[in-house]
């Protein structure tokens, strides 16, 4: 059964970069049926797509983070990466991972949630 | 970009009543529409996918419809567990993923 761990630091200060890495279990991060995609969440708001890393390797992000994102891909340890730089308390929120089945058009799995803070 | 609208923001409604949430795309989506259920403190579950298509292990009370720019949530008969926040999301651009803002169901 496919599974998705988020992990990294719950806090970040002001103007730094927040890194996360998402862990898969239980499949292949190569699977041609998969795609992987971050979308995070305020508290009390809605989901914000993030960015999504498709098994071409195309990688597209939201417009309004473009400029600050990296998305990547590690096969060896079956993680993907997000990396978010200068951060400001508008980027406090869980940040979710969730794969994309490409037979369904869907995120049909996806991680628990972690939350980042951005405070000094 | 994709804007997909739903309505409404919010729903009161009793057990065992039917409801019915909206989605509205800015343009011409097919069907490719997704349909999602997130409870308080957890990760949204998909429910819906291509518009229509129940999710594997999803109660059969949970329908959708349509196609194009307008699409429907219906849960034929509310029941206390499905009390959460229901989100659309459109698939078609792969380049730009939009989710709508949400509607937050209560009993």
């Known amino acids: 059964q496919l599974q998705l761990q988020e992990s990294g630091p719950g806090l970040v200060k002001p103007s730094e970069t927040l890194s996360l890495t998402c862990t898969v279990s239980?499949?292949?991060?190569?699977?041609?049926?998969?795609?992987w995609a971050w979308i995070r969440q305020s508290s009390g708001m809605g989901l914000e797509w993030i960015g999504t890393l498709y098994y071409s390797g195309n990688i597209y992000y939201n417009p309004s983070l473009k400029s600050r994102l990296t998305i990547s891909v590690d096969t060896s340890k079956s993680q993907v990466s997000l990396s978010l730089r200068s951060v400001t308390a508008a980027d406090t929120s869980v940040y979710f991972c969730a794969r994309g089945n490409y037979r369904e058009g869907a995120f049909d799995v996806w991680g628990q949630g972690t939350l980042v803070t951005v405070s000094s | 970009d994709i804007q997909m609208t739903q309505s409404p923001s919010s729903l009161s409604a009793s057990i065992g009543d039917r409801v019915t949430i909206a989605c509205r795309a800015s343009?011409?989506?097919?069907?490719?529409l997704n349909w999602y259920q997130q409870k308080p403190g957890k990760a949204p579950e998909l429910l819906i996918y291509a518009a229509d298509k129940l999710q594997s292990g999803v109660p059969l009370r949970f329908s959708g419809g349509g196609s194009g720019t307008d699409f429907t949530l219906t849960i034929s008969s509310l029941r206390p567990e499905d009390v959460a926040t229901y989100y659309c999301?459109?698939?078609?651009?792969?380049?730009?993923?939009?989710f709508g803002q949400g509607t937050k169901l209560e009993i």
């Open positions: 999301q459109q698939s078609y651009s792969t380049v730009m993923c939009t």
């Open positions: 343009q011409n989506i097919g069907s490719h």
């Open positions: 239980g499949d292949s991060i190569s699977s041609s049926n998969s795609y």
